[in-house]
């Protein structure tokens, strides 16, 4: 696996490892500190950097709308592979790993994806999770909160019933249950950092004997296994098989607004979405919300004057509460701009700590990609890590590596225009989230709701928890306190 390059003469400046070995990126990722090692490689090798014989890394914010583009012309690479979940015994493409831009569209055009890009549809039920999750903390009151791991709780239960009805049962019970939290975030910093050798995926992550020996260890963590065998009576993939003879229990979910009153067989096509959606809505879109929403949390307690702000605008009388209405408030506008606190705070927190932030790869496409004097040809992996575009001097200030979400409201439409462009947090260009504005009702509910109610405050033993991004962010020992106001 040790690949040398034999390329006559290389002028990308990078790493002498990183030329010689694809091991390099491991190494790049393998401590949980990959966004300020790739801060550091730009600072000091230039806004092209190479980070792997086949790997570039590229900071200058104008390739942002190039290498993520809006017609498939940059696919995914192979990074992606090691997230299809193995399903009946073979690697399964969802939405997220294909780099096939007809499955893409396809999946993207179901009705189960279509359902779920319309958070309209889900207003009350996100709002009924977020009470629930506020009826746990007035039981607990005064105990000290693992914010590391209720985040995925709700999430993961709210989640659940959007898609299926009923709950998984994680608040109720108060614990990771089933230990899917434990493990989706285990097998998560596995995969990211097997995914930067992925000609190791077709031996592990996709190969079923070795996975199946791997499911002989209870211990072992797998996340999609117990969550298809797991949930509430009946389980996650009978709940999908049986829908019809349950005489529509789940209430308004997804599933019963896809399949109405159809019969559902296992090989028909919407039984083959729904595990496809299963996948994408548990082990992306639940898991991005609540690690999102652990940053906003974070972020909050850091700055006690925002946090301060933003509970006064939401506790005022005259304020709504009704956050599905504000999904289309990313622009300013005047009769939205007394809720554009909650969105300000909360891009700027997911600014500041963006859930993935290795760059996410695309192939240069026949024709190679000309960035400043070099030509990087085709079959390049390129890639604009979010943390270094987020922090761009030019885009957001003098101060942008300050929390400070009053720059979304104080910026003209053209710095703002800029900003947008560069705040990858939910991904860029057809292979962007299509989950974006559900992802921000959900967290505008959360915060709207708990910070009408409540003051948080730090409850962890050390005076700041520890952070760390593989692939996607991740906090330790993050405890606080919800006091009722
Ligand atoms: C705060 C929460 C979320 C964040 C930060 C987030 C982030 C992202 C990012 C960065 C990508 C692009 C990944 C890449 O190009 O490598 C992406 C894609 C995607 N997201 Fe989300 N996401 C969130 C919530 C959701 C939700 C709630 C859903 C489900 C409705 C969802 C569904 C998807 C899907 C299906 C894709 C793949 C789109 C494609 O490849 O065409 N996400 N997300």
Known sequence: CFVIRTRQKDTIPGPLLARITTYYRVWLL??????????SLHKRFGPVVRTGPNHVSIS???YIPIAYDAKHVFRKGRFYDVFRPLYRGKPMDTVFTTSDPALNKSLKRSLVTHMLSRPQLYAKEVDESVDMFIQQMQAMEGESIDISSWPFYWAFDMTYTL?????????????????????????????????????WCPTTLANDRFMTWCRSFSSFPDP????????????????????????????????????????????????????NVLFEGYLAAAGEVAVSLTSIIYSLLGDPRVMQTLAQSIRSKDMKVTPYLFVHAQLRSAELSNVLPSTAVIKESLRMHTSNSPPMERVVPHGGLAVNEHLLPEGTVVGIPQYVAHRDQNVYGLDADDFRPERWLEADESALRAMEQNFMTFGKGCRGCVGRELAMMEMRAFVMKVLDVYDIEWASETVRPRVAN??????FDFYVRFKPR
Request: charged share 20%.
């Open 30 to 39: 393998i401590a949980g500190d990959a966004p300020s090692k790739y801060a």
């Open 224 to 275: 999609t296994i117990k969550l298809l065998n797991a949930g509430s009576s009946p389980n996650t993939l009978r709940r999908v098989s049986e829908h019809t003879l349950n005489a529509h229990d789940c209430g308004q979910s997804l599933l019963c607004r896809v399949l109405a009153n159809r019969t559902l067989n296992e090989d028909s096509p919407e039984y083959l979405e729904v595990v």
């Open 60 to 62: 200058d914010s104008k």
């Open 470 to 475: 593989y692939w996607m962010m991740e906090y």
């Open 163 to 199: 898609v299926f009805g009923g709950s998984f049962g994680f608040m109720a019970n108060r614990c990771d249950f089933n230990g899917m939290v434990h493990s989706f975030k285990t097998i998560l910093r596995s995969t990211a950092v097997l995914g930067q050798v992925p000609q």
